[in-house]
């Protein structure tokens, strides 16, 4: 088992900043990628960005692309998602997701392992 717990979420302004962070415990955390999915009221869930286990390889949804930036360390078995120039249709909740296949990440709808609870980001604008 991995257990995914995500901070960091909050409110800002649109053209703002925020890093969502996602602690992971149990498993060895560098055995896994990792990736950020969101989901907004109303709407099927979104990926976000992915990346490998050793933060080599990286992919991202097109309309997140140069905005966002996924990374991670392992020393802290902690992801990071960094999202800058929020828009209000970045509104939704971010989760963090663990699977031992990167490839899993790029083909929607493929099973993730472990999922975190979430956190909450809400752009105003």
């Known amino acids: 088992q991995v257990q995914l717990v995500e901070s960091g979420g909050g409110l800002v302004q649109a053209g703002g900043s925020l890093r969502l962070s996602c602690a992971a415990s149990?498993?060895?955390?560098?055995?896994?990628?990792m990736g950020w999915f969101r989901q907004a009221p109303g709407k099927e869930r979104q990926f976000v960005a992915a990346?490998?286990?050793?933060?080599?390889?990286?992919y991202y949804s097109d309309s997140m692309k140069g905005r966002f930036t996924i990374s991670r360390d392992n020393a802290k078995n902690t992801v990071y998602l960094q999202m800058n120039s929020l828009k209000p249709e970045d509104t939704a909740n971010y989760y963090c997701?663990?699977?031992?296949?990167?490839?899993?990440?790029?083909?929607?709808?493929?099973?993730?392992?472990?999922w975190g609870q979430g956190t909450q980001v809400t752009v105003s604008s």
């Open positions: 997701a663990a699977d031992p296949s990167f490839s899993r990440f790029k083909i929607t709808g493929s099973p993730i392992d472990y």
């Open positions: 149990g498993r060895t955390f560098r055995n896994y990628a």
């Open positions: 990346i490998g286990w050793n933060g080599g390889l990286t």
